[in-house]
């Protein structure tokens, strides 16, 4: 890397870290497998993505039966698109009026990169 290319790199870096961005994650990319383990773990804690309260997944524990049966819902039919997901994940309500769902990124729940995550995570379940 050339030190012009090295000095954008690294100012890039330190603005984003002086805004608050996982600068960790800008630097090494994740794999798929780590997106979805990182997306399942949001997934399952139920202080940030909390699905299990409502859902079934694979795997989780004291699944609530609010919600559908996300291990068996063809996500993939109804969304057609991982973007659609997180658009629904963002506002459910602008996607399906008075569901009685949380609107993760509307209220700032989790953000985008954390939506993404579960998104991947809930895109490479079987259903």
Known sequence: MKKSQWLATAAIIAT?????????AMA???????NIAAGKSI???RTQGNCLACHV???GTMAGNVGPDLSVLPLKAIFKTKEKLVDFLYDPEKVI?????????KNKV???H??????DYLWSLKG
């Open 16 to 24: 984003a870290a002086f805004m608050g961005v996982d600068t960790a």
């Open 28 to 34: 090494a990319p994740m794999t798929t497998a780590q």
């Open 43 to 45: 997934a399952f804690n």
């Open 57 to 59: 997944l694979p795997g």
């Open 97 to 105: 009026p008075h569901i009685n769902m949380p609107q993760f990124g």
């Open 110 to 112: 989790l953000t985008h």
């Open 114 to 119: 954390q939506m993404e995550l579960v998104a």
